[in-house]
């Protein structure tokens, strides 16, 4: 029978309808593999570096200089960026009660997690996708240390998550704001801590889930990767320490790279060598902070929002976490 399940982390309703799967129309299956990245259209490539504009960081083990050969992981600004640092403020509409806008200021940058032309993470070696993540923590840390409120790190794995550019990138968006769906997650963090004498919710959670063992798929000796007992979209999982910490990006936490390689190679080889697209984000201390447990979420896409979803903001899920969480499991 149909659920209705509260995400414990964010408040937010979700339907778990686990015989939806089974209804006329309904498609789990991913949608045919991307294709072949062409190296001479390439603007990620090594070697393409003058495509690109002006690097800001990067990983150079023989010291070479920026913008030329010689690198592991390339971070530059989006050519097409969300927010600028100089973004200015649109025109005053006459009724400013009614209509607030400001300029969309901060940075929006590409992080290239290879220098080979490889088209999704699924498909790097778990040394360069170490690589690839430290690099995604010192651009949060370098923008946490210039005072920007939230940090947001996401990927967008394969055409049908987004990807614009088939060569496997990163994105980070330096917002001057912490979204609302992150404040809720910090208030939640924060009254769970009060009401517990300093725990922390997801550590809390984290130690039901092993007890239970229902919707646990994996552990290493730094992580865990799960199914979210209200998980918004089939197959999702989410990766979260052993050991709870705020900040992802902070020195000496893992970078969980051989726990997210794990969790591609589940999923591909449950869905017979095939990677479904996914979008993955790291959920980190925001500002304002006192309590929180960084996470990194991967939500494999399958289908499209329809009515209920986009007019009420609820997720529905055809999927129930129990059962992938198995199916994964024996993947």
């Known amino acids: 029978m149909p659920e209705l399940r509260v995400d414990p982390l964010t408040g937010l309703r979700v339907l778990i309808a686990g015989e939806r799967a089974d209804r ?30 002006a690097e800001l960081d990067a990983e150079r083990p023989g010291g070479s200089a920026p913008d030329t050969p010689g690198w592991l992981v390339r971070v530059v600004p989006n050519l097409y960026p969300a927010l600028e640092a100089d973004s200015p403020d649109p025109p005053r509409e006459a009724r400013i009660d009614l209509f607030s806008a400001t300029g969309a200021r901060g940075a929006h940058e590409v992080i290239v997690n290879t220098p080979l032309a490889i088209g999704s993470l699924g498909d790097l070696p778990v040394a360069q996708l170490e690589h690839a993540m430290a690099m995604w923590q010192r651009r949060i840390r370098h923008h946490r240390r210039h005072g920007t409120a939230y940090a947001h790190l996401f990927v967008n794995d394969g055409r049908e998550a987004g990807a614009s550019q088939p060569h496997t990138h990163a994105q980070l968006a330096a917002l001057p704001f912490v979204p609302a769906l992150i404040a809720r997650e910090r208030e939640r963090c924060g009254a769970h801590a009060v009401t517990t004498g300093g725990a922390s919710l997801l550590g809390d959670l984290v130690q039901q889930e092993v007890r239970l063992d229902q919707r646990l798929v994996d552990v290493d000796d730094d992580t865990v990767l799960l199914t979210p007992f209200a998980s918004g979209a089939p197959y999702q999982l989410l990766i979260a320490p052993r050991r709870p910490a705020m900040r992802w990006e902070d020195e000496g936490q893992p970078t969980a790279a051989a726990m997210l390689r794990a969790a591609l190679d589940r999923l591909r080889r449950h869905f017979d060598g095939v990677l479904p697209p996914f979008n993955l984000w790291v959920r980190t201390a925001p500002q304002g902070s006192d309590h929180f447990c960084w996470h990194i979420d991967i939500r494999p896409r399958f289908g499209t929002p329809a009515g209920l979803e986009l007019g009420t903001g609820i997720e529905l899920n055809a999927v129930a976490p129990e059962r992938a969480a198995r199916e994964l499991r024996d993947a």
């Open 24 to 53: 006329p129309g309904t498609d789990l299956r991913p949608p045919e593999p991307d294709p072949a990245i062409d190296p001479e259209r390439d603007p990620f490539l090594e070697g393409h570096e003058d495509r690109t504009p």
